[in-house]
């Protein structure tokens, strides 16, 4: 029997600390559109900082990856305004044991500060803890202050990542 590439996860509705509300659902394959759409408006530095290098377009074979994930051991959730359009991405991809996942943000440049990537990230942590993985990390230029107060506010823990001082590792135990 093949296996079946469908997402377990169910649509619903997400209000940030701020009282913007969106709709967070798993990306699928007809997003693709949706997604370059968004991605042309992430600002370049929070390109650079999602793909940690200096990206002026987000290349197709990107975008695919982003919207044909396997849902077992990695999900893109998408944050959807009112009026359908992609204003945030969290993709989180695990090891095939759910040892660790990596997670990484982008928002909207225009819905930035109103709480989305928290709100993503919170949402994103609940669903890794439900699915088992025992710890959540974020790699993040050390420039990137905005998103690593943020992870620490939420009781991540961060530390130099080995052999790249220009990142930091950003970390939480879900389950010990």
Request: net charge negative; hydrophobic share 40%.
């Amino acid at each position: 029997m093949a296996e079946v590439n469908e997402s377990p996860v169910a649509e619903r509705m997400l209000v940030t600390r701020s009282g913007y509300s969106f709709t967070v659902r798993p990306a699928e394959e007809q997003d693709e559109e949706a997604l370059e759409a968004f991605f042309s408006h992430v600002s370049p530095e929070d390109l650079r900082f999602r793909f940690l290098t200096a990206v002026g377009h987000v290349p197709h074979a990107m975008i695919e990856a982003m919207s044909h994930v396997n849902h077992k051991t990695t999900e893109n959730f998408l944050a959807v305004d009112s009026d359908g359009s992609v204003v945030g991405s969290a993709m989180v991809a695990a090891d095939e044991k759910l040892e660790r996942a990596e997670v990484a943000i982008s928002i909207h440049e225009d819905f930035k500060g109103r709480g989305i990537g928290w709100t993503l990230l919170e949402h994103v942590a609940d669903y890794a803890k439900r699915r088992g993985v025992g710890r959540l990390q974020c790699i993040e230029s050390r420039e990137n202050h905005a998103a690593i107060e943020l992870e620490r506010e939420m009781g991540f823990t961060a530390r130099p990542f080995e052999g790249e001082p220009g990142l930091v590792l950003v970390e939480a135990v879900l389950n010990p």
